[in-house]
């Protein structure tokens, strides 16, 4: 595992462990350089913006934007890979990022665009008149909103925007289907997810509608190489309108944690685009899994809630994470905080005991 260690600020607090690649935005502060991680959390580093730059920066390069803070400007640095679309907002822009975030930068868009020239954006305009530029190879799919001449422009990070606008040249490289509100588009080769509701619509990362469309013809769509199926329901609500039926890549599946069988959960599945509760237990989903990838670490019983059975610790000790989607580490006083770029739980483990485990 490749990390780096910052050290805070001020105060004695344990540093923090971090991939570089987890670091999509710093701003330099007069107390050191304020970092953004992709987990939506931020942290204040003690060395100037320049050393932190040159530590993190690797293939993926960082961009020089003035943003607005607290209405002045303020130069900071922004991951230009993390970039999917831009908004005008009152003269100023607003840069959304594949985590889902977005920040103010004190520039039109057209300014911003200008800092990077070898970037192609396309532009549409939103249903409310708003200019949209957007990176086409960003788009994850296109779907129609029923009885209207409106799409459903839904991006990687699952954010999305709605256009009266279509251009075919923003779906050429999509797979079409047709759903009975219309054709609707998607990256066949980015899908590796789907939920169905009790009224039989599916969404592609629960996040693209495609109405009536079955899971069969999904399946020979995408490139879902080893379907695990489990249900989903949403924390403390068990009836039937919350429920929804995924069908996931195990390969895509990036931790495993025992969750709180009081309110009617049983597993949390983390994924890049999305974290999950399911009602299966966790050993009917291990069944479907091949846990060689993934190391073995001891769920901490610390914050699971109350109403935990008393013996339900000492039957489910075990969370489950692949080595590579584990970006951030910090020790704490009820164990370690591990983050991956969707959640965060406690482990039993010191980051140096993570650092050295072994897959199992």
Known sequence: MTFIALAYSSGNRPPLYIRPRAIEFLLQEEEGTLLNELHGRRYLERRPIESLLSAIQGDEPFVRIPFLKKSTRAWGYIRLSTIEYLTNV??????????????MAAESPSELMARFPGEAFDCMQSHGGQAVYFRRERLLGASPVEHSSIYIYTFNSRESVYSDQFESDWTMNMTAVQTKDGRAFFQANRIKGFRTDQSGNV????????????????????????????????????????????VLDRDTIHAIVPRNPGLGLGTYIDTPFLGLDTVDPIDQLMAQLDLTPFIRLTRSSNGRGPNVPSDYNSQHPWAYYRPESILTMQAGGNGTAIATGICAHIVDETPEEVLGHRSR
């Open 90 to 103: 009152s003269g100023a822009t607003a840069v959304h990022t594949s985590s889902g975030r977005y920040y």
């Open 203 to 246: 969404e592609l990362h629960g996040a693209v509608n495609l109405a009536d469309l079955s899971a069969e013809t999904l399946l020979e769509s995408c490139s879902i190489a080893h379907p695990v199926s489990f249900a989903q329901c949403a924390a403390g609500q068990g009836g039937s309108e919350y429920r929804y039926d995924w």
